[in-house]
């Protein structure tokens, strides 16, 4: 039997994100199952264009954030570690400006009803918060709410801080009133309290494998290619070490770095331009395809277990050897095996037919028969 389906997200195509790759992974999907759905998110004529020959979804705008433009004071240093003080402060004691977003969510709810499935989804976590807000003042719009978590919130591991105590009264709120909270792997539970874990359903990152396509073409055979594409941070997905290692060796490779913060690694690429090569995001197909003609791909550990990099995935669905190395703690003999084309120690990904979207899409829809 279709289904109507409300989703709400702050990001969509053609955003690119790991939450933007979930929701428009399952708006797809569901549509192509013949569903009905209604978009609560941020979209952009680029997006409604994709749609245009889509008859069953439904567009309703969400208000958020605009990203603002970083404006570095040059002249007046004093005035420039004053606004980090300030901005870390809000950040921290107040998750300023996500907190917005919880206003803004509640608000866009209105007049959504009769839905057969909600599935909001985080991070920000303040999208849970609005819909909670939302079904408490007012109605549930829909039979079922599944609040889907890429990363847990009060409990994260990779925080630069401790989330304040304050906001576990809005973590357990939502969580109390959600049918059931989704979360990508099992190491994810640990993530949130206890007396939750009865709710919480694994269900992972999914991709439609059909729309892959995976480069052939032959590469220079005396040197070693290898990408990382995901975040940086420098206390812990930071590849400097890596680097000066493989300056250390004198070998002939190439190191391509997707990412959007090249602040502290800078001077690598200036100095080695030929083989250091630090370029912005592409769209996620094209990385794939670019990436799939390389040697390996490179994964930076995370702090602890409950997060997993929905990247891992895409290094399987395209079959590359994956270097999972921890920064600080750089495992050379490891390293040196992946530079020999030795790859039997590479990161395994299990069972690959679980991250299949339409896996994903129907372990949701069971969601509704176990609880009715």
Known sequence: MKKKILIVSASFYPTNSPRSFRTT??????????????????YTDETLNYFKNEPNITFKPLKSEKQKKKVTVKKNKLLLLLNLIINRVKEQFFYYPQIKQLDYTYQSLKGLKGFDLMISIAAPHTIHWGVNKFIKKHHKPAKLWVADCGDPFMFAENLQYKRPFYFAYLEKAFCRTADFITVPSEKSISGYYNEFHDKIKVIPQGFNFDEIEVDQTEKKADEVQFAYAGRLNPKRRNPAELIDYLIEKNINFKFYIFSENFSFINGYQKKY???????????????????????????????????????LIDYAIINKPIL???????????V????NADYKNSYKVDNLEQYKIENVCDNFLNLINIKS
């Open 25 to 42: 992974e399952l708006v797809k999907e569901f549509l192509k199952q013949g569903h009905k759905v209604t978009l609560l998110s941020v």
């Open 273 to 311: 331009p030929n083989k250091i090569i630090l370029q912005n995001y592409i769209e996620r197909k094209k990385l794939l395809k670019f990436l799939s003609s390389l040697d390996f791909v490179v994964n930076f550990k995370n702090k602890g277990d409950n997060q997993v990099p929905s990247k």
């Open 324 to 334: 999972d190395i921890k920064y600080g703690n750089l495992d050379k003999g490891l």
């Open 336 to 339: 040196d095996e992946f530079l």
